[in-house]
């Protein structure tokens, strides 16, 4: 699905664009889980092989926190009710009317801030599910990292 431009091919069909199909070509970041075994068989020297594991945890941890960060805009924005902690504290920032950048930048904050198992003041059902699962895979993560720091130190 991901190889195949489905986005052009129904743009020179119907000539209107689709903003659903673009994001089949996200199916291409799968193929970054081969990532591992391609170390593992590279002829180098060991520490060589060490560092490029290092550098493929903090690729996924950079990926993972931004996904979180965009799903978690997506969810708030639909409403517009949730007030960042952080925001708060300044009665006249509104993060919905701010820029791009200061929008992404508390995303990430929020999405760091879950991925080490703290609270964001979630209101409303979805907004508690998805940070409780947030919370959960994060921990995960965690653990994970953890796990592989020892096996490389």
């Known amino acids: 699905m991901a190889t195949v431009p489905l986005d052009s091919i129904t743009y020179l069909i119907t000539r209107e664009k689709n903003e659903i199909l673009p994001l089949f070509s996200l199916l291409k970041l799968i193929r970054v889980t081969r990532l591992g075994r391609i170390i593992e068989r590279m002829n180098v020297k060991e520490h060589i092989k060490l560092m490029m594991k290092l550098a493929q945890i903090i690729f996924f941890l950079i990926m993972y926190i931004h996904i979180i960060a965009c799903v978690w805009y997506l969810i708030v924005q639909t409403d517009q009710v949730?007030?960042?902690?952080?925001?708060?504290?300044?009665?006249?920032?509104?993060?919905?009317?701010?820029?791009?950048?200061?929008?992404?930048?508390?995303?990430?904050?929020?999405s760091i801030l879950l991925l080490t198992c703290n609270d964001i003041t979630p209101l409303g059902q979805w907004k508690i599910f998805f940070c409780t699962?947030?919370?959960?895979?994060?921990?995960?993560?965690?653990?994970?990292?953890f796990g592989n720091m020892a096996l490389i130190i």
């Open 82 to 110: 949730w007030v960042a902690p952080v925001e708060g504290i300044d009665p006249n920032n509104d993060l919905y009317n701010s820029t791009t950048t200061h929008k992404y930048l508390i995303s990430v904050y929020y």
């Open 133 to 145: 699962s947030a919370v959960t895979i994060g921990a995960i993560i965690n653990a994970n990292i």
